[in-house]
């Protein structure tokens, strides 16, 4: 197995220290927020395909995975030049720039979240979910609920500190314990609103354990944390972020549609209607919440997307 990633991206440092091999691309994503910063990829787009076809000819892969996003574009590109098999897997519910491209001539896609079958069309969709690490165990969450865990992802969320930060003696009043992933943005509010009940983290790479302590997560829309809280039958408050196209807005209506969550608008967050919208989650809502989330989660997320990828690979 080789992995191929972006020159200078977390990947160099991870993915090795995981034990696997590691060839890099120089490649930049299309910024949809900034397009003057897209001047450059008239130049570094078929730099970034000879270097992955370079790749691709020494490793000679049976079968190949684009895991989403413009990181994949250059090794699937050459791929499929080389008329290798590929698969890909979408984490949205919305598809992404580079799955939509390079889908038509996928040997499957692995989805994520249901809804995403509904925007790819003459094309094999397996609902696989998304694989994690270990370490997420199913439980039931205590009802009323005692911990509270509030994330805003790997990067934390600003609007979602300062809601938490001015409702703290609400929540904590409320709950026995509120952990707080803020992100690197959040170290001096972390520190200013230190008190009892309330433990605030920058960076947390256990996640496994702090969703297990949880019984209520408050949360952006991002399909890994989904994904996660799922894994462990978490009731959920999504807050989707409007970034990126309004992505994640899709991902939270789609754990909406299943009963598993409710959603804030982010225009509409503040620590009033956060406290709010916990305060309206009685009981059997969140019971049934938590049934509902149990039923989104897939564990197996790694072995049927394994499987997809050993039968492609054997045809």
């Known amino acids: 197995m080789l992995l191929v990633g972006r020159a200078g991206g977390p990947g ?9 091999d590691l060839e890099t691309v120089r490649v930049r994503g299309l910024d949809r927020d900034a397009p003057w910063k ?26 190949v995975l684009g895991m989403g996003g413009y ?12 008329r290798i098999p590929y698969v ?12 939509r491209y390079f889908a038509p001539a996928a040997a499957a896609v692995c989805i994520t979240l249901p809804g995403t079958e509904n925007r790819l069309h003459g094309v094999r969709v397996e609902l696989t979910g998304v694989p994690l690490r270990d370490g997420f165990v199913p439980r039931t969450p205590d009802v009323p609920p005692r911990r509270l865990l509030v994330t805003g992802g790997s990067q934390g969320a600003r609007r979602l500190n300062e809601a938490v930060w001015s409702a703290l003696d609400a929540l904590c009043a409320r709950f026995e314990e509120v952990v707080h992933v803020a992100g690197p943005q959040g170290a001096e509010g972390i520190a200013r609103h230190a008190r009892n009940r309330y433990s605030g983290f920058t960076f947390a790479d256990d996640m496994p354990s702090l969703m297990g302590r949880a ?24 807050v989707p972020g409007t970034f990126g196209g309004g992505h994640q807005e899709e991902n939270a209506l789609a754990m909406v549609d299943a009963g598993a969550a409710i959603r804030i608008a982010d225009g509409e967050l503040t620590g009033e209607t956060l406290v709010r919208a916990i305060a309206g989650l009685e009981d059997a809502r969140l019971r049934a919440m938590a049934a509902a989330s149990a039923r989104s989660g897939r564990l197996d997320a790694a ?8 039968e492609v690979a054997r045809k």
């Open 12 to 20: 160099e440092r991870l993915v090795p220290a995981a034990g696997f």
């Open 38 to 63: 897209n001047l450059a990829l008239p130049v570094l787009v078929p730099l970034a395909l000879r270097a992955a076809t370079r790749i691709v000819d020494r490793f000679r892969p049976d079968v």
């Open 71 to 82: 990181v994949m574009a250059p090794a699937v590109a050459a791929a499929r030049r080389r």
């Open 88 to 99: 890909l897997h979408e984490k949205d519910v919305r598809p992404g720039l580079a799955t």
């Open 215 to 238: 019984d209520l997560i408050v949360s952006r829309a991002g399909v890994g944390t989904i994904a996660e809280a799922t894994a462990v039958g978490l009731p959920m408050i999504l």
């Open 303 to 310: 072995k049927r997307v394994l499987a997809v990828l050993h």
